[in-house]
C-alpha cells in the first residue's frame, strides 16, 4: 500500500524533513566551498563560507578551517577566538593550546599566550615545543629567569631543539650573562652552518667579549648570507664607527637607510637633514645595539 502511494504521488512531503534535508545541503556546500576557496588562496570568499555553514550547524572542522582562513587574513583576535571555542569543546587537545599560544604570540598577547601554555603543559609537561613557546611568553613578560629555566628543559628534552639554543643564547646576553651566550653561540655554530640567526648572535656575542675584529668579520658573513639584513649592517656599522672607520661606517648606514628607509625619520633633525652623512651621525648617536 505504502508502494502504491508513493508511487502514484499520494504520499505528502514533511515540511520539516525537507528543511533539514535543505540544511544539510546548504551547510555541505559552504563548508567545501570554503575549504576549496581556502586551497586556492580566496581567504575572505572562504571566512564567508565557512561563518555561513556555522549560523547553519555548529561545527568544530568548520571552526578550524575558519580560525585558519582568519589567520591567513591577519585577522589574529577572531581566529584566537575560534581557537577557544575548539579548546573549550576539546579541553585535552594539546595541539589546539599550541595554535592559540602562537596566534597570542603573533598578538604580542604575552599573558594569554602563557595561559595557553600552562594548559597544554597540564596535558604534557616535558613537551619542548610548549616549553619553547612558555619561554616566549615569559620573556614578553620581562620573566627571563623563568624563561631561561624553560629553555634549558626544553633543550634537556630535546638536545638538538636549535631554536631553543638561540633563544637562550640571544637572552643570555641581553641579561649579561656573556659566558652563557657564548657557550650556546659556540654550539649552534657546531650544530648549523651558514645560519643567518645564529652568526648575529655569535657576532654580537664576540662583541661583548670586546673583539671587535672578530665581530667584524662575522657580520661580514651575516651579510654574505643574507645581503638584506639591516641589523647585520648597522651592528657592523656601530664597531666601525666606534674603531674610527668612519667611511665605513657610512657605507653601512646607507644600506641601513635602504634597507629600511623609516630609520631615516627615527628623529626631528635626521627627518630635516640633506645627506647622508648628517643622517648617519645622528643615528649612531643614537643608537646602542647591544642593550648593556
Excluded at 672578530?214 to 656601530?238: L, M, S, T
Excluded at 645622528?282 to 648593556?292: C, D, L
Aim: proline share 3%; net charge negative; aromatic share 6%.
Amino acid at each position: 500500500m505504502n508502494f502504491l502511494k508513493a508511487l502514484f504521488g499520494s504520499k505528502k512531503e514533511n515540511p520539516e524533513e525537507k528543511r533539514k534535508e535543505d540544511e544539510a545541503k546548504n551547510f555541505d556546500v559552504l563548508k567545501y566551498g570554503g575549504v576549496a576557496a581556502l586551497k586556492t588562496n580566496q581567504v575572505e570568499y572562504a571566512i564567508r563560507c565557512f561563518n555561513h555553514a556555522l549560523h547553519i550547524k555548529d561545527d568544530l572542522e568548520v571552526r578550524d578551517y575558519l580560525s585558519q582562513a582568519l589567520m591567513s587574513n591577519g585577522e589574529l583576535l577572531p581566529a584566537y577566538e575560534q581557537l577557544q571555542k575548539l579548546a573549550e569543546a576539546q579541553p585535552d587537545n594539546e595541539q589546539i593550546l599550541l595554535r592559540m599560544a602562537n596566534v597570542a604570540y603573533m598578538m604580542e598577547d604575552y599573558g594569554a599566550m602563557g595561559d595557553a601554555c600552562e594548559k597544554a603543559m597540564l596535558i604534557n609537561k616535558d613537551d619542548p615545543q610548549v616549553l619553547f613557546l612558555y619561554a616566549r611568553a615569559c620573556i614578553g613578560q620581562g620573566d627571563q629567569v623563568n624563561a631561561i629555566a624553560m629553555l634549558t628543559k626544553a633543550i634537556t628534552q630535546n638536545a638538538d631543539f636549535v631554536d631553543a639554543y638561540l633563544l637562550r643564547g640571544e637572552t643570555l646576553l641581553k641579561m649579561g650573562d656573556v659566558a652563557g651566550a657564548a657557550e650556546d653561540a659556540d654550539l649552534l655554530v657546531s650544530k648549523v652552518e651558514g645560519n643567518e640567526d645564529v652568526l648575529l648572535l655569535k657576532a654580537r656575542v664576540e662583541e661583548a667579549k670586546g673583539n671587535h675584529d672578530q665581530a667584524v668579520a662575522i657580520y661580514n658573513k651575516v651579510i654574505e648570507v643574507n645581503p638584506f639584513c639591516a641589523n647585520a649592517f648597522r651592528e657592523r656599522g656601530a664597531i666601525r664607527k666606534a674603531l674610527g672607520d668612519l667611511e665605513g661606517a657610512e657605507e653601512d648606514m646607507k644600506s641601513v637607510l635602504e634597507l629600511s628607509p623609516d630609520e631615516a625619520n627615527g628623529s626631528p633633525a635626521a627627518a630635516e637633514a640633506d645627506g647622508i652623512q648628517h643622517k648617519t651621525e645622528q643615528k649612531y648617536k643614537e643608537m646602542n645595539p647591544y642593550g648593556f
